[in-house]
């Protein structure tokens, strides 16, 4: 077996036993539905991978005659509108990741009265009025990052803590998972926590400014996104020693991971798989179809990629925005993200 065939055996193999024990598959019942995608915004790499992979799953499947994807760009009065007009289009499939789950109740329970078939991703809802529900484990997303970390410092020594977006709910249930565990360990020193937004560049530039002010850093907790991508070429700039450091499953982070490796830079990735709103839509399909068995609120374990297997995940052919705990077909990565591509251009048109 050749090294690529065996990442993609990898791949599968890993997908297959933290989801639900098995990768998509499209059905094939003859039947065909529209689908409409109610999203919050697509303001970073991993959010435009989200809407890739949905869309990459919606115009495979055959089942899927139609479909319609909107983007609220963080405007709640937006989504609601969106979802309004998805309604109006008559869709038999709404999937959404609500802004402010109290706010589109509302509208929620109106695509229900109307007899569509409901599928929140990501974010809970403020009511029962939805078929189906698909999050990850944020809380455990801190936690498994913290655990390995207070290891891999043997219990003690300074760390800063690079967090999400203040408020976020996902930042926040991230952060109270690591600091269950760090508040075990109380000779851990937590120097600084800044709110980094899970962007690269404000990454580095905080983390930019811990350097200068803290001289010893033995550690580097991180929310996820494309921070620790940041914050590793802030070390290496200002010339301090790469220190163990925690990640998420963004590719150009793993180009530098591998890249350092061998000098002694340690690491993990947790992730929030970027197929959640991919696996919406099968659920949701599913439910249409009346063959779906499983729980209405599905919650996904987080996915991890460690210094055994980081080699097997980064993919030094492709752009450094692309997210690699992916679901999508070959071929679809290769025009998203092949030949410097960032995936911002996505597949055309939505719809089909």
């Not at 002694?264 to 959640?276: C, D, E, V, Y």
């Not at 980081?310 to 993200?337: G, H, K």
Request: hydrophobic share 40%.
């Amino acid at each position: 077996m050749n090294k690529a065939m065996g990442r993609v055996v990898a791949l599968v193999l890993i997908l297959m036993m933290v989801s639900s024990g098995m990768v998509f598959g499209y059905a094939d019942s003859g039947k065909t539905y529209k689908v409409g995608f109610s999203n919050v915004w697509v303001g970073n790499s991993w959010g435009v991978q989200c809407v890739n992979e949905l869309e990459s799953f919606l115009k495979n499947n055959p089942e899927v005659s139609d479909y319609t994807i909107t983007n609220a760009n963080n405007d709640v009065n937006k989504q609601i509108s969106d979802i309004e007009d998805l309604i109006s289009k008559g869709v038999n499939l709404l999937i959404l990741q609500p802004i402010s789950p109290d706010a589109v109740t509302p509208v929620i329970e109106e695509a229900k009265a109307a007899g569509i078939t409901v599928v929140t991703c990501a974010s809970p809802l403020s009511t029962d009025q939805y078929d189906a529900s698909v999050v990850a484990k944020d809380y455990d997303f801190g936690r498994i990052g913290a655990e390995w970390l207070v290891k891999a410092l043997n219990g003690k020594g300074n760390i800063i803590m690079l967090d999400g977006m203040a408020g976020v709910t996902v930042a926040v249930n991230r952060l109270q998972g690591a600091m269950d565990v760090i508040n075990k360990y109380p000779d851990i020193k937590v120097l600084s926590t800044v709110n980094a937004n899970w962007d690269y560049a404000t990454g580095k530039t905080a983390s930019e400014n811990l350097l200068a002010a803290y001289p010893q850093i033995d550690g580097v907790w991180s929310s996820g996104g494309d921070m620790t991508r940041g914050c590793i070429e802030a070390f290496v700039e200002a010339k301090r020693p790469l220190i163990p450091m925690t990640g998420e499953d963004n590719n150009g982070f793993l180009k530098l991971w591998v890249k350092y490796k061998d000098q002694g830079f340690s690491s993990i990735a947790t992730s929030m798989p970027t197929w959640l709103f991919a696996e919406g839509a099968r659920i949701g399909l599913d439910i249409l179809d009346g063959k779906y068995t499983g729980p209405k609120d599905v919650i996904v374990d987080i996915p991890v990629i460690t210094q055994d297997t980081v080699s097997d995940f980064v993919r030094p052919d492709l752009s450094d925005s692309f997210w690699n705990n992916t679901r999508m077909p070959e071929a679809d990565i290769a025009a998203l993200y092949g030949n410097g591509k960032d995936g911002t251009q996505g597949f055309g048109a939505s719809g089909n």
